[in-house]
T-cell receptor, first 114, second 110 residues
Framework: DGGITQSPKYLFRKEGQNVTLSCEQN?????MYWYRQDPGQGLRLIYY???????QKGDIAEGYSVSREKKESFPLTVTSAQKNPTAFYLC?????????????FGSGTRLTVV | EDQVTQSPEALRLQEGESSSLNCSYT??????LFWYRQDPGKGPEFLFT???AGEEKEKERLKATLTKKESFLHITAPKPEDSATYLC???????????FGKGTRLHILP
C-alpha cells in the first residue's frame, strides 16, 4: 500500500542535541511538507519541497533544516537552535507541486525535550 | 490578513444527534477548502476538497458544504467512531499558501 512513513513515532532529545526525523513516501508525489502541531494551535508549516534538490522555508523555519536528495525522502533536522522543539511533527505530501488536491499525511513523530 | 476560524472548539453529542461544524475564512481569494479528520496521536486523514460556493461533497455520515465565507461539515446520526478532531484548511489563490484552522474536537457519546 502507498503512503507516508514517519519514524520514529516517539523521540526524546537532550538540550543542545540535534535530532533528525525521517519521512519517506512511496506515492510518487512531487511535493513534500513538514508541519508542526502544538495543542490549541493550527498546523504550522516549517519547510516544503516541490522538487528534488530544492526546498523553501515555511512560516517557522528557524532552528530547523531539511534536505531533498531523493523524491521519496524529506528528512527534518531539529537543531539545538530551536528553543522550543517539544511538539508533534507531521510530514505530508501532495501529488501536485502546489498542494491543490490536498495532502496525504504521515502518522507523526512526537518529539520531547528531556 | 488571511484567517481561518473553526467553531466550536469542542462539541459533545449523543449518538444519533446530528450537528454541524463551522469553518469561516477571510482570504484574498479562495483556491480550495479542505476538511481532514485527525484521531489522537495520528496524522490527519483527508476527507473533502471544495472549490466553489454551492459545492457539496458527501461521505458516509459526513457532508461538507461551501459558501463564499464559510464551510460546514454536517454530521448526520453520528456514531462513537466519528469522535475525532476535524480540521479545516484553506488554500489561498494568490500564492497557494495553505492555512489550517485550530480544529473542532468532536466527542460522540454512546
Amino acid at each position: 500500500d502507498g503512503g507516508i512513513t514517519q519514524s520514529p513515532k516517539y523521540l526524546f532529545r537532550k538540550e543542545g542535541q540535534n535530532v533528525t526525523l525521517s519521512c519517506e513516501q512511496n506515492l510518487n508525489h512531487d511535493a513534500m511538507y513538514w508541519y508542526r502541531q502544538d495543542p490549541g494551535q493550527g498546523l504550522r508549516l516549517i519547510y516544503y519541497s516541490q522538487i528534488v534538490n530544492d526546498f523553501q522555508k515555511g512560516d517557522i523555519a528557524e532552528g530547523y533544516s531539511v534536505s531533498r536528495e531523493k523524491k521519496e525522502s524529506f528528512p527534518l533536522t531539529v537543531t539545538s537552535a530551536q528553543k522550543n522543539p517539544t511538539a508533534f511533527y507531521l510530514c505530508a505530501s501532495s501529488i501536485d507541486r502546489q498542494g491543490r488536491g490536498g495532502y496525504t499525511f504521515g502518522s507523526g513523530t512526537r518529539l520531547t525535550v528531556v | 490578513e488571511d484567517q481561518v476560524t473553526q467553531s466550536p472548539e469542542a462539541l459533545r453529542l449523543q449518538e444519533g444527534e446530528s450537528s454541524s461544524l463551522n469553518c469561516s475564512y477571510t482570504v484574498s481569494g479562495l483556491r480550495g477548502l479542505f476538511w481532514y479528520r485527525q484521531d489522537p496521536g495520528k496524522g490527519p486523514e483527508f476527507l473533502f476538497t471544495l472549490y466553489s460556493a454551492g459545492e457539496e461533497k458527501e461521505k458516509e455520515r459526513l457532508k461538507a458544504t461551501l459558501t463564499k465565507k464559510e464551510s460546514f461539515l454536517h454530521i448526520t446520526a453520528p456514531k462513537p467512531e466519528d469522535s475525532a478532531t476535524y480540521l479545516c484548511a484553506v488554500q489561498v489563490n494568490r500564492d497557494d499558501k495553505i492555512i489550517f484552522g485550530k480544529g473542532t474536537r468532536l466527542h460522540i457519546l454512546p
